[in-house]
């Protein structure tokens, strides 16, 4: 199957600084990316819809200024979290689908866990 | 209401029994189907994909979607060690649409 690599897999960042996270398709163009966030023990909960070349789509509830999506290219999206808080501690999860499979199939990253102390 | 609800868990089975995971959903438009299984700090991986009603069946995994009842299994045959993970169902509208989530079934299976 596709390869979706996201970088870091483990971030600890002091409170008020900013994160990048980077999430990667490696094999295939992806024109929609998707970030989820996961607390301990729960479901995915999607963030919000990553657009190549236009403005993400966030879900009820996001804050689209702490949470900065950049999808710049066909195969990289970003998630900025900034001025974090210990309340932003997840762990954050990309996904993308290869526009060239005809399902709905949706390959996902590693994940990445955030600590903010 | 939640769209799709799944026990949580935890399911401790033994190695070699039939492990039965469901989810129930509440939208009559959720059209494909899909489990995904997730290690421990590790992003999901989809297990299993089925399109309306009817069976599915890979190896040891069986996928099954009753839609008159709103309610999707995961059967797993021959459990190994390796299959505990938690198992999460998921739902779309339509292709390309937005994945529902269950909330994860903990599986542990127990040599």
């Known amino acids: 199957g596709a390869v979706v690599s996201q970088h870091p897999s483990r971030v600890i960042c002091k409170s008020g600084t900013s994160v990048k996270i980077e999430c990667r398709s490696l094999?295939?163009?992806?024109?929609?990316m998707f970030w989820y966030r996961q607390f301990p023990k729960q479901s995915l909960m999607l963030m919000a819809t990553?657009?190549?070349?236009?403005?993400?789509?966030?879900e009820q509830g996001v804050e689209k200024d702490k949470f900065l999506i950049n999808h710049a290219s066909l195969t990289l999206s970003t998630l900025t979290v900034t001025s974090a808080h210990p309340e932003d501690s997840s762990f954050y999860i990309c996904?993308?689908?290869?526009?060239?499979?005809?399902?709905?199939?949706?390959?996902f990253g590693q994940g990445t866990r955030l600590t903010v102390v | 209401q939640k769209e799709v609800e799944q026990d949580p868990g935890p399911l401790s089975v033994p190695e070699g029994a039939i492990v039965s995971l469901n989810c129930t959903y509440s939208?009559?438009?959720?059209?494909?189907f899909m489990w995904y299984r997730q290690y421990s700090r590790k992003g999901p991986e989809l297990l299993m994909y089925?399109?309306?009603?009817g069976n599915k069946e890979d190896g040891r995994f069986t996928a099954q979607v009753d839609k008159s009842s709103k309610y999707i299994s995961l059967f797993i045959r021959d459990s190994q060690p390796s299959d505990s993970a938690t198992y999460l169902c998921?739902?779309?509208?339509?292709?390309?649409?937005?994945?529902?989530f269950g909330q994860g079934t903990e599986l542990s299976v127990k040599p």
């Open positions: 996904s993308a689908r290869d526009p060239t499979f005809a399902s709905t199939e949706a390959f």
């Open positions: 094999d295939f163009q992806a024109t929609t």
């Open positions: 990553s657009n190549e070349g236009s403005k993400a789509t966030y």
């Open positions: 939208n009559s438009a959720f059209q494909y």
């Open positions: 089925t399109y309306s009603s």
């Open positions: 998921a739902m779309t509208v339509n292709q390309g649409g937005k994945l529902i």
